[in-house]
């Protein structure tokens, strides 16, 4: 989990900028094709959309040298990001509630395709792929989406460093599965040479796939510690590091409720860490709980290492009943950093 900063300038007699940190789960840039497929940019931020170009009339039209100026508040718009932000640091950052099930934090994963003009734009097509990051030795699932007669494709795996063609199938479905190798890089592009009965075109996709370095081997009974409700992680280590650990807890029902993070450094082996769930993060659900969307990140040691990731055998762990009563209901103490940077909003608020 990072805390962004976000800069917010008042425009008024005088320039003041406010600086916000919120809290975003990490996850890799969008990945754009030539086509432009893109993969979510983050299970927690808004699909990617490419900028808007201004047309050239716009940027050549006639501006008066003396335009008139027209007088707004700004204080709507800063009084709610103060409430907001009031409302999120009422959560520590290693409980954040889950609001919908819209949420990004529930995609962490996901791939996202745009359809793309084809056939001198008579028609759109997509390469569709299941996920965005693989993790050896699971097939790559891939399929075309086109309302177009579709005859046979020719599909290639390409290293994008080296733009190396790694292997090649000839199929003729629109529903694909390939088995990668064990030496395949991580960054790779799925090319596909489509023929249709009205000519031929190609897509592309790039994916990643990953050696995973560490697994997750169950999860302990559940305990209370003051506020919080703690989830025990078994893992089972490769490579030592510092890790990041994010799920989302649930409840019995499939209700999502909070995505909960940890980060701590862990050596090679059989290791344990804690998830914590915030009580109030948890107000207002059931007693029975459940943990799933378990993201194990092995984070960059230096500038250029990438950062590695592991994986879950199970796609849910079920935690039993816990009954948040027994929990003690102190709040959230906000640090000496939040708690200035909330008066600050609140007083720019007050003078706009």
Same mark, same amino acid.
């Given at each position: 989990?990072?805390?962004?900063?976000?800069?917010?300038?008042?425009?008024?007699?005088?320039?003041?900028?406010?600086?916000?940190?919120?809290?975003?789960?990490?996850?890799?840039?969008?990945?754009?094709?030539?086509?432009?497929?893109?993969?979510?940019?983050?299970?927690?931020?808004?699909?990617?959309?490419?900028?808007?170009?201004?047309?050239?009339?716009?940027?050549?039209?006639?501006?008066?040298?003396?335009?008139?100026?027209?007088?707004?508040?700004?204080?709507?718009?800063?009084?709610?990001?103060?409430?907001?932000?009031?409302?999120?640091?009422?959560?520590?950052?290693?409980?954040?509630?889950?609001?919908?099930?819209?949420?990004?934090?529930?995609?962490?994963?996901?791939?996202?395709?745009?359809?793309?003009?084809?056939?001198?734009?008579?028609?759109?097509?997509?390469?569709?792929?299941?996920?965005?990051?693989?993790?050896?030795?699971?097939?790559?699932?891939?399929?075309?989406?086109?309302?177009?007669?579709? !005859?046979?494709? +020719?599909?290639?795996?390409?290293? =994008?460093?080296?733009?190396?063609?790694? $292997? @090649? %199938?000839?199929?003729?479905?629109?529903?694909?599965?390939?088995?990668?190798?064990?030496?395949?890089?991580?960054?790779?592009?799925?090319?596909?040479?489509?023929?249709?009965?009205?000519?031929?075109?190609?897509?592309?996709?790039?994916?990643?796939?990953?050696?995973?370095?560490?697994?997750?081997?169950?999860?302990?009974?559940?305990?209370?510690?003051?506020?919080?409700?703690?989830?025990?992680?078994?893992?089972?280590?490769?490579?030592?590091?510092?890790?990041?650990?994010?799920? !989302?807890?649930? +409840?019995?029902?499939?209700?999502? =409720?909070?995505?909960?993070?940890?980060? $701590? @450094? %862990?050596?090679?082996?059989?290791?344990?860490?804690?998830?914590?769930?915030?009580?109030?993060?948890?107000?207002?659900?059931?007693?029975?709980?459940?943990?799933?969307?378990?993201?194990?990140?092995?984070?960059?040691?230096?500038?250029?290492?990438?950062?590695?990731?592991?994986?879950?055998?199970?796609?849910?762990?079920?935690?039993?009943?816990?009954?948040?009563?027994?929990?003690?209901?102190?709040?959230?103490?906000?640090?000496?950093?939040?708690?200035?940077?909330?008066?600050?909003?609140?007083?720019?608020?007050?003078?706009?």
């Amino acid at each position: 989990m990072t805390r962004l900063l976000l800069a917010v300038t008042l425009v008024v007699s005088i320039g003041v900028t406010a600086y916000l940190w919120l809290d975003v789960p990490d996850a890799p840039p969008a990945t754009l094709t030539a086509e432009q497929n893109h993969q979510l940019p983050s299970p927690d931020t808004a699909e990617y959309v490419p900028p808007t170009q201004a047309s050239t009339a716009i940027n050549t039209q006639y501006r008066p040298e003396e335009p008139d100026i027209v007088q707004t508040s700004m204080t709507p718009t800063l009084s709610y990001i103060a409430a907001d932000y009031a409302e999120q640091i009422q959560h520590p950052s290693y409980s954040i509630p889950i609001p919908s099930k819209q949420s990004p934090y529930l995609h962490w994963n996901r791939y996202v395709s745009t359809p793309m003009p084809i056939l001198d734009g008579s028609v759109k097509a997509a390469l569709k792929l299941n996920q965005y990051r693989y993790f050896y030795p699971e097939n790559i699932q891939a399929s075309l989406v086109t309302p177009a007669s579709f !005859n046979h494709a +020719t599909l290639s795996v390409i290293d =994008v460093e080296s733009n190396q063609e790694l $292997t @090649r %199938l000839d199929v003729t479905d629109t529903q694909w599965s390939i088995e990668p190798e064990a030496d395949w890089p991580i960054e790779l592009r799925l090319k596909a040479a489509l023929s249709f009965d009205g000519g031929d075109d190609v897509l592309t996709a790039d994916f990643r796939l990953y050696q995973p370095i560490a697994e997750v081997k169950g999860v302990k009974p559940v305990f209370g510690r003051g506020p919080d409700m703690v989830i025990p992680l078994v893992l089972d280590i490769d490579k030592g590091g510092i890790y990041r650990v994010r799920a !989302n807890l649930f +409840t019995a029902d499939d209700q999502p =409720v909070a995505v909960l993070t940890t980060k $701590t @450094r %862990l050596s090679e082996g059989e290791q344990s860490l804690e998830l914590r769930a915030f009580r109030a993060s948890m107000s207002g659900y059931g007693d029975e709980w459940q943990l799933k969307d378990v993201v194990i990140e092995r984070m960059s040691g230096y500038p250029g290492e990438r950062a590695q990731f592991g994986i879950s055998p199970q796609d849910h762990y079920f935690l039993g009943i816990f009954d948040t009563g027994q929990l003690s209901d102190e709040p959230y103490q906000m640090t000496e950093q939040e708690r200035m940077q909330l008066e600050f909003l609140q007083h720019a608020a007050q003078r706009s």
